[in-house]
């Protein structure tokens, strides 16, 4: 069973974001007990969009102006990742946590994130806690399809002053999980690409700064911390070896090529 371990990665390029998190889970897939966590930030802006949407539907590609956009593997719907963001990704596989609440089930792995998620946002600045229940427009496939990801909120998504302030996504295979974010600690930055968001140009600024590195030390400190104690678990920080960037450069050439497509993961 390897340690848990935890990547930090600053301003990166939007396809190796997706990448490193698909890569992770393929790790997470094939090592029982495993647990990886990240925190990154994005080098330019980028839509990412989920892997059951209708493209058609998800943005309009009118509009997009050269930003990059990418089918994520995971659920949810279509979101803009500007140059403010903080993203966090966990990639576990539950198999041998014993005796550990968190690792009995899906929900039960999803609300203590959650609980980490509010936490944290809390820690830096934004009082927060987690939504309870979707929202009942989540249910209907125009919607879905259509809306922005940060017009409303899903189970286990965290809130702050009654607005959406981290928006999560996921996917499982066996005891294996994905589940990555957007923490919008400063705010949602608008696109013109994306449908039904105009809640949140009213509610968030458009000049949105990048994120600094005095921000980024502080968040980079609190997550793993606040992680920690929620799981009851020891972060390792880690850092990619050369043979593993190797692989990571490869996977990203891979996600840039097939970027609109709804790609098999986990070596199957």
Known sequence: MLKPLFYRQFACDPYYNMAVDEWLFDRAHSVPGSLFVRLYSWAEGAITFGVNQDMER??????????????????????YHDCSELTYSIAVNLS???????????????????????????VMGTDASYCRRSAESNSRSDFFHKAACFVSASRYEVLANGAKIVASAARQQGDSI???????????APHPTLYCQAADV???????????????EQASAAFPKILNRRLGIELSRAEFDRRELNQLEDRAEQVHEAALRRRISLNS
């Open 58 to 79: 998800a943005f309009d590609s009118s509009q997009l102006n050269g930003t990059p956009v990418i089918r994520r593997i995971t659920g949810g719907r279509a979101l």
């Open 96 to 122: 041998e946590w014993h005796g550990r609440e968190w690792a009995t089930g899906r929900s039960s792995f999803y609300r203590t994130v959650a609980e980490t998620l509010a936490e944290f946002v809390s």
């Open 178 to 188: 994905l589940q990555h974010g957007s923490i919008k600690l400063d705010g949602v």
């Open 202 to 216: 009213q509610s968030h600024p458009v000049g949105l700064q990048p994120l600094s590195l005095r921000r980024w």
